[in-house]
């Protein structure tokens, strides 16, 4: 089994500010199925969100949705998704801890730190936004009132679009990183062998897991920093830097996960 996960919002979606290669999406989806390949969409987005990128956008749906960040993995077969309860179950008794409530009482009143709409919450997921400009301020108190009492991990990524800081508690075995892992061993899948797209903040859990990674082009300056730390770190782990070429497309989002895919074998034919 061949797996591409990526990352939806300025990866595999060309919803930034660079320009996108017009063809890419419909090849993405050519190529995705005339190779049989196993698509995951790992992303922030929940389940409505997703069926509106895919409307929108054009993309196909996934065979599978790691939502939420991945806090959420649902199935789509047959024209619908099937919530898979074997992940919920997991993550409760991994991380028995794990209380939002608690979190939420815990975070109450950090000046900067705003709670974000009631769609963006989920039972895994305690989701704020941040003022950027305060982050490591702001970081810092949340550190000092929550840092390791709730078997919870903290992701702090910033929105470029809207020049939003965002910071999401997340169960510590429920992310990107973990439910791609969980997919990969259901699948039978080597993580080696699996390839993970993506372009920014929460996408550093799984481009230095040893997972195949690819960086779009458009991937963001912060994100290229601490994976080339990462990876002078551990010599071992493969991340591929998209820069365009590949059938005379640019690298940025979609194209760039095609060329990912491609410098990792996926459609090869004969395989
Ligand atoms: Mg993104």
Not at 67 to 78: A, F, H, L, N, S
Not at 143 to 157: A, L, M, N, P, T
Not at 163 to 174: C, H, M, Q, T, Y
Request: proline share 3%; net charge negative.
């Amino acid at each position: 089994m061949r797996i591409l996960a990526t990352d939806m919002d300025r990866t595999l979606l060309p919803n930034g500010h660079w320009e996108a290669d017009e063809q890419a999406i419909e090849l993405f989806n050519e190529l995705t199925r005339t190779h049989d390949i196993l698509v995951v969409y790992v992303t922030g987005r929940n389940q409505a969100l997703t069926e509106a990128a895919v409307e929108e956008f054009g993309v196909r749906p996934p065979d599978i949705l790691i939502g939420d960040v991945g806090t959420t993995i649902r199935k789509y077969e047959k024209g619908e998704w099937r919530f898979d309860e074997g992940w919920t179950a997991h993550v409760r008794r991994v991380s028995p801890r794990w209380d939002a409530e608690a979190i939420k009482a815990a975070v109450a009143g950090i000046d900067g730190l705003r709670e974000q709409e009631s769609e963006h919450q989920n039972p895994f997921k305690q989701s704020y936004y941040a003022d950027h400009g305060r982050r490591e301020e702001i970081l810092a108190q949340i550190g000092k009132r929550v840092e390791g009492r709730f078997d919870e991990v903290i992701v702090y990524s910033y929105d470029s679009m809207d020049e939003k800081g965002l910071v999401d508690f997340l169960p510590d075995s429920a992310t990107k990183q973990t439910a791609l892992e969980y997919v990969a061993e259901e699948y039978s899948c080597e993580k080696g062998e699996v390839v993970f797209c993506g372009d920014s903040g929460n996408d550093i859990f799984p481009l230095t897991a040893g997972f195949s990674g690819v960086l779009v082009r458009n991937a963001d300056d912060q994100l290229v920093e601490n994976v080339r730390r990462a990876m002078a770190q551990n010599p071992s782990l493969k991340v591929y830097f998209a820069e365009g070429g590949f059938r005379g497309l640019n690298g940025y989002y979609t194209s760039g996960v095609l060329e990912g895919a491609d410098h990792y074998g996926l459609f090869d034919t004969g395989r």
